[in-house]
């Protein structure tokens, strides 16, 4: 069988950085440590203000497809997946392939286009569709470029401000891919929900903490899920494990949860139960409510033995690198995630050809997704040339002032000069409603 999977990434981080602990903490009379080490945040990207979903996802997808040697005659399909969409009727793949053609060779004519939307599920949604499209033979021995991107901004004073972030994540999905193969199992967890929602406005309206309950409880269903087609998992089946990142602090809670979920019925729940002195087995309480609070009381345990402090130090924390210094990308979030883990292995020369990652994707509203990926022979080439560090660099830190009066601009409410921050180097701009977006 052809392996299908992901054959180049990059991305394009919004180009201004807001200093969570030292610029937006003091500003809102909140201890800087509620972002170092209760959300897990250093710093979040921003959107300058000539930076929107179209010109952030072009300028992601033009780095790949200089980066490959590609032109639009490579390209079969175009799908954007993206919870900031400003149009009901025209596809943001559109937009960015009108930015692409002005600087290729021939067109995208050819190409069919779309845009996915299940909050920040849609990215993986999309490359799902792309492998089925290769899979279902109608690729014509092209590749399709899907491009997750987002401009994850809250109203002024909601708690999600916390959370924000911006930028884009290219991917190329093809037959025989450089970095990863995708499985064909998956598993989900969907239900209707109204934790987090847009209808028809600028910021989305969220209750927070349930958004957090949403989250784990359909992970959970998808990772049972995804067993029934797998077979049970183990934590050391898999050399890393990608979240959704909203924020570090979701995924600290995600981990220990899949880890309990995993290690049930094993050797190693047997040691643990021993060591924390409980073993929670439904039949043994009164109450499902009893059985729930002993499973958290359990947890809380766990999370503080070496085994699995050793295991999230190895599998978890490396795929927040970035996320910590980017904040919520949303529909790209996950795919920084995996970035970071490829990244980490790079760094720490852990080979991991023909290794597995198991990928947790999630969108409000609310579905998970999760799925094993196998990384391939030659992937080390294809990661170290992606560029990230420097990107994170250039961005210009903005004050408290300059972030207030970037929020508004990005709510229509204000105006400003657009060489005021970092000015664009070579790259699509906004340049106005119903005008096509320039390079500059
Ligand atoms: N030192 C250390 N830790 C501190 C602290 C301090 N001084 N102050 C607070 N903390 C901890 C808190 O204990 C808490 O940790 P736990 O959850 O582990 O208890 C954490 O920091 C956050 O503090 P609060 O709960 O007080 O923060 P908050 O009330 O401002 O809300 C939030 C946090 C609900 C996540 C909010 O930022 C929010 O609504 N974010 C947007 C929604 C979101 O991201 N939801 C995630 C799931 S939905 C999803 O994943 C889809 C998506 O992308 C949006």
Request: with cysteine.
């Given at each position: 069988?052809?392996?299908?999977?992901?054959?180049?990434?990059?991305?394009?981080?919004g180009k201004?950085?807001?200093?969570?602990?030292?610029t937006?903490?003091?500003?809102m009379?909140e201890?800087p440590?509620k972002y170092?080490?209760?959300?897990?945040?250093?710093?979040?990207s921003?959107p300058d203000v000539?930076?929107d979903?179209?010109?952030m996802?072009a300028?992601?997808?033009?780095?790949?497809m200089d980066?490959?040697?590609?032109?639009?005659?490579?390209?079969g399909?175009?799908?954007?997946?993206t919870?900031?969409?400003f149009?009901n009727s025209k596809p943001?793949s559109t937009?960015?392939?009108?930015?692409?053609?002005?600087?290729?060779?021939?067109?995208?004519?050819?190409?069919?286009?779309?845009?996915?939307?299940?909050?920040?599920l849609?990215g993986?949604?999309?490359?799902?569709?792309?492998?089925?499209?290769i899979?279902?033979?109608?690729?014509?021995?092209?590749?399709?470029l899907v491009i997750?991107?987002d401009?994850?901004?809250?109203?002024?004073?909601?708690?999600?401000?916390a959370?924000?972030?911006?930028?884009?994540?290219?991917?190329?999905?093809?037959?025989?891919?450089?970095?990863?193969?995708?499985?064909?199992?998956?598993?989900y967890g969907?239900?209707d929900?109204?934790?987090?929602?847009?209808?028809?406005?600028?910021?989305?309206s969220?209750?927070?903490?349930r958004?957090?309950?949403v989250?784990?409880?359909r992970?959970r269903e998808a990772?049972?899920?995804y067993?029934?087609v797998?077979?049970d998992?183990?934590?050391?089946?898999?050399?890393?494990?990608p979240?959704?990142?909203p924020?570090p602090?979701m995924?600290?809670?995600a981990?220990?949860?899949?880890?309990?979920?995993?290690?049930?019925?094993?050797?190693?729940e047997?040691?643990?139960?021993?060591?924390?002195?409980?073993?929670?087995?439904?039949?043994?309480?009164?109450?499902?409510?009893?059985y729930?609070?002993?499973?958290?009381?359990?947890?809380?345990?766990?999370?503080?033995?070496?085994?699995?402090?050793?295991?999230?130090g190895?599998?978890?924390?490396p795929?927040?690198?970035?996320s910590?210094?980017?904040?919520n990308?949303?529909?790209?979030?996950?795919?920084?995630a995996?970035?970071?883990?490829?990244?980490?292995?790079l760094?720490?020369?852990?080979?991991?050809t023909?290794?597995r990652?198991l990928?947790?994707?999630?969108?409000?509203?609310?579905?998970?997704?999760?799925?094993?990926e196998?990384?391939?022979?030659?992937?080390e080439?294809?990661?170290e040339?992606?560029?990230?560090d420097?990107?994170?660099?250039?961005?210009?830190?903005?004050?408290y002032?300059?972030?207030?009066l970037?929020?508004?601009?990005?709510?229509h409410?204000?105006?400003?000069?657009?060489?005021?921050?970092?000015?664009?180097?070579?790259?699509?701009v906004f340049?106005?409603?119903?005008?096509?977006?320039?390079r500059?």
């Open positions: 069988m052809t392996a299908v999977g992901i054959d180049a990434i990059e991305i394009w981080t201004l950085r807001l200093d969570l602990p030292n937006f903490a003091p500003a009379g201890d440590e170092t080490k209760g959300l897990g945040l250093e710093s979040s921003f000539y930076e979903i179209v010109t996802g300028n992601a997808a033009k780095r790949l980066r490959k040697g590609l032109t639009p005659d490579d390209i399909r175009i799908d954007v997946a919870e900031s969409a149009d943001v937009y960015i392939a009108g930015c692409l053609e002005q600087v290729y060779d021939g067109d995208f004519h050819h190409a069919n286009k779309g845009e996915r939307k299940f909050a920040c849609a993986t949604q999309s490359i799902d569709d792309a492998y089925n499209w899979k279902a033979g109608r690729n014509r021995g092209l590749g399709a997750a991107t401009t994850a901004l809250y109203e002024r004073g909601d708690p999600g401000e959370t924000q972030g911006a930028g884009a994540v290219a991917m190329l999905i093809t037959e025989n891919p450089s970095i990863v193969e995708l499985s064909t199992e998956q598993g969907s239900a929900e109204t934790d987090f929602l847009k209808p028809n406005q600028q910021f989305p969220v209750d927070g903490k958004s957090v309950q989250y784990l409880a992970m990772l049972e899920d067993e029934s797998s077979g998992t183990h934590p050391d089946d898999f050399e890393y494990i979240f959704h990142t924020f602090g995924v600290r809670k981990a220990v949860l899949g880890y309990r979920h995993m290690t049930r019925d094993t050797d190693v047997e040691e643990l139960a021993e060591e924390i002195g409980m073993q929670p087995r439904e039949e043994a309480y009164d109450t499902r409510e009893d729930e609070e002993a499973i958290r009381a359990y947890m809380d345990e766990l999370k503080e033995t070496d085994h699995y402090r050793e295991w999230y190895r599998t978890i924390e795929t927040l690198e970035i910590r210094n980017v904040g990308w949303y529909t790209g979030s996950v795919h920084i995996r970035l970071a883990a490829l990244r980490d292995a760094e720490s020369g852990h080979d991991l023909g290794k990652l990928v947790g994707s999630y969108g409000s509203g609310a579905q998970a997704e999760i799925h094993a196998t990384v391939v022979e030659g992937w080439e294809h990661v040339n992606i560029e990230v420097d990107q994170l660099a250039r961005r210009y830190d903005i004050s002032d300059e972030y207030e970037v929020h508004d601009v990005h709510n409410e204000k105006e400003t000069d657009v060489d005021r921050f970092s000015p664009p180097e070579s790259e699509f340049t106005g409603w119903g005008r096509m977006n320039e500059r």
